[in-house]
């Protein structure tokens, strides 16, 4: 038996962080699919193993336990597999690294998919975009990281905060290249980050797996369709805009 069973996508999106940690960890894990994870959202609650709304669901075998959303799972699995910074203050920022993360994913899909984007849209996104990666970076520079080297919190290793600094935004500027200008020139230390923890021997054997598995697709649906129409009509030609 595997380690754990992931329910999720067949896409990069929430689940690529969870997948990414679990190869940084060194644990051997099976993707449930798509039809088992639909009809596990679909369940009613009494009949889910965990109560949720949607994927990504973990479940350990091991441990007999079964967890849903992205920040819950990336917690559990960090101090499971000693990714967590042992100083309380800082676990609670990579909780707060993650938390931020899934606040960018809730924005960049407009809200779950309940609206599509327009060029209008994008224009006026586009500067909060820049502030979000612009919190990543103070986040690291306030402990030691710069474009040459470092961690996002000054572990002396990599742990979920740079997981999933590097998963977000680096999966993020592979699937839409046109925003990569964009985090090179607002925060090169954590363009630089992102390259580095992505090209460790786990993490790239995980996206060449992703890539040949799941193709471009990133948070699927419409709402990706629009992103990328959006995207691809701003071109790269447009100023970097400045957070503030």
Known sequence: MTDYTLYYWPIQFR???????????????????MQPT?????????????????????????????????????GYLGRRHGLMPGDPGL???SDKIVADANDVLYEMTLYN?????????????????ARWMT??????????????GGTLLGTGAPGIADLTAATLWGVMTDRFPALRPMLDATTPALAALCDRV????????????????????????QIEASLRTVLEAAGTSDDTPQAG
Request: proline letters at 7%.
């Open 135 to 148: 919190l990543f970076e103070e986040t690291g520079r306030r402990h030691g990281l710069s474009a040459e």
């Open 38 to 74: 639909a009809d596990l959202r679909a369940a009613l609650p009494a009949e889910q193993p965990v109560p949720h709304m949607g994927p990504p669901v973990l479940a350990d075998h091991a441990a007999g336990t079964t967890l849903s959303q992205m920040p819950a799972i990336l």
């Open 113 to 129: 998919g309940a609206q599509m984007w327009t060029a209008a849209a994008w224009a006026d996104y586009r500067p909060r975009l």
């Open 198 to 221: 992505r090209a460790r021997p786990d993490q790239a054997d995980l996206q060449r797996w992703s890539d040949a598995r799941f193709g471009d697709a990133w948070c699927g649906g």
């Open 91 to 93: 676990a609670a920022m």
């Open 15 to 33: 689940g690529q962080i969870v997948r990414a940690v679990l190869a940084a960890s060194g644990a051997d894990w099976d993707e449930a699919g």
